[in-house]
Structures are given as C-alpha cells and as structure tokens.
C-alpha cells in the first residue's frame, strides 16, 4: 500500500463541552478528560503541521462553539495561507457576535445540524436544544455570509429519521430560500453500540485523515470515542511521526486489506458499508 505523507485533515477536539444531549451521539458516554485542550497543545498540533494545505476541524466529539477560544484558534490556523477551516455545530450558540467572529476569521465550510421542520420533530433527536433560538441563529448566520458575498460552504443537514421523513422536503425548501445547502444524511453509527454489524472492509478515513482528542492522544478515527484505536500522543510526540509511525502505517495496510477484525477499534465497525472496495465483493443491495 501507498502510505500518504501526510494528512489531508487535522481534527482536534479542543474542549468535551456540548450544549445538547443527542440521544444517537456517544457524547453522553464520555468519561475521558480534561475537559479542555490546553492551550499550549492544540498550537502544537497546528504548529507541526503547517505549510501542508491542511484543513482543520477545531473539533471532535463536542459543540466547537462551546469553546470560547473559537475565534482566537481560528485566527492562528489562519497563519498558514495554505489552511482551510471546517465547523460542524448544532448551531443554538451561534450568537450574532460570535458569528461575526467566525466570518472575520475565515471559516471555508460550516455545517449546521438541525434535524427537524417542526419543534417537536427537532426535539426528538437535539434534546435540550432551543428549536427557535436554533433556526433564528443559523439563519441569521447564514444571512450574514450572504451579506458578505459569500463565506464559503454553509450547509444545514437533517439527519434521516424515521419519525422526520415527513418534513424533508419543507426541510430543503424552507433552508434552500434562506440560502444555505439543505441536505438529508444518513445516521452515523458508532462503533461498538449494540445494533453495528461489522464488515470486513477497508476504510477511506484511515488515508487522509487524523484525529486528536483533548488529552493530546491521536486515534485512528472519528468514532472513537473511548481510546481504543490510540496511535500516539502529540503531547510528547512530533504531529508527522505519530502520522509516519510504524503503529499507524501497520493499521493503515491491516485496513487496506480490510482486515477490521485484527484492530480493536475497527472490529465492530459497518462504515462504508455501502461502498465499493477495488477487490471485494460489492455491496449487497437492499431491498427493505
């Protein structure tokens, strides 16, 4: 397999904070701390991998706007010309000066997740989130880019339930004219909850992307939430090294071959399921 120099993605996870309790998010399980990145550290991280046209998400498993060192992060990924910036928020703390803070610094694409055309369809999935507060903010964000011609990507996402189907197209509709993206994505499933049938297949996200928890520990994935695909620590480790490493490049080829089974993380994991591998048999068609 050819190992990639470096990532094309830097994912720190610069505070555990979250303003809600989303019953389909890992979040509520989280034992692992501090509760914050010092601030030391998520510089480190930015700092050794400058200069690689990377683009950072100053997140993880967490609300990005609960850190309120947000626009100061953003601005020092800012000076490197060659970085680019992505949030994902559920969007209630977008107040109007934070979201000014945000467009001043620069933000490439941002990504709002509402997953409701009502608010007792919202409250289903974003529990102890404001659904007008919500709305208001993000479409005001929004109305701020447009105000500014443009400031890159700026989507709103539902995630397809069964109990919203029936408000996706008000749902596009309704954020299409705000002028946002409006998009319906598929449910995320975390490794190791009860309902994951594993699969024996490579894995895309391995290739060119890199994760970071608040402690400094690297993961192998997105998905881990409980520390169990560690390939290094940038506290005590170069960013690069922990990426050129030889646990990380052992994992990257276990997955090229799809063996899953062989890393703890990957064993009980279905992602990709859908897609085709150059090799392995294709995807069984559904017919539910």
Same mark, same amino acid.
């Given at each position: 397999?050819?190992? %990639? ?10 505070? =555990? ?23 030391? =550290? ?30 100061? +992060? ?35 694409? +941002? ?79 975390? %490794?190791?909850? %009860? ?24 993961? =192998? ?23 050129n490493g030889e646990l990380n490049r052992r994992y990257r080829d276990l997955l090229a071959q799809g063996r899953r089974r062989d890393i703890l993380l990957c064993s009980n994991c279905e992602a990709y399921k859908g897609h085709y591998f150059e090799g392995f048999a294709p995807p069984v068609a559904s017919h539910a």
């Amino acid at each position: 397999m050819i190992q %990639p120099a470096h990532p094309n993605v830097v994912q720190i996870e610069t505070t =555990l904070a979250c303003n809600a309790e989303c019953p389909f998010c890992s979040h509520s399980t989280l034992t692992r701390r501090p509760r914050r990145m010092e601030d030391w =550290l998520w510089k480190k991280i930015i700092d050794e991998t400058r200069g690689l046209g990377i683009t950072y998400r100053p997140f993880l498993i967490n609300e990005p706007l609960a850190d309120h060192r947000l626009g100061e +992060i953003m601005r020092y990924i800012r000076k490197d010309d060659t970085a680019k910036i992505e949030l994902n928020s559920n969007g209630e703390l977008m107040k109007e000066e934070r979201a000014q803070e945000i467009l001043d610094a620069g933000i490439d694409i +941002i990504r709002f997740s509402i997953d409701g055309f009502s608010k007792e369809t919202f409250s289903k999935s974003r529990v102890g989130l404001d659904y007008d507060l919500t709305v208001e903010r993000t479409r005001r964000f929004v109305e701020m880019a447009r105000e500014r011609g443009g400031a890159g990507h700026v989507e709103v996402r539902m995630i397809a339930m069964d109990y919203n189907r029936h408000e996706h197209e008000s749902f596009v509709e309704f954020w299409t004219k705000v002028g946002a993206v409006a998009v319906i994505t598929d449910l995320y499933v975390w %490794p190791w909850e %009860p309902e994951v049938k594993p699969v024996q297949l490579p894995c895309k996200k391995v290739l060119k992307e890199m994760f970071f928890f608040v402690n400094g520990k690297a993961t =192998l994935c997105c998905w881990d939430s409980h520390e169990r695909g560690v390939i290094g620590d940038a506290a005590r480790e170069h960013v690069m090294d922990i990426w050129n490493g030889e646990l990380n490049r052992r994992y990257r080829d276990l997955l090229a071959q799809g063996r899953r089974r062989d890393i703890l993380l990957c064993s009980n994991c279905e992602a990709y399921k859908g897609h085709y591998f150059e090799g392995f048999a294709p995807p069984v068609a559904s017919h539910a």
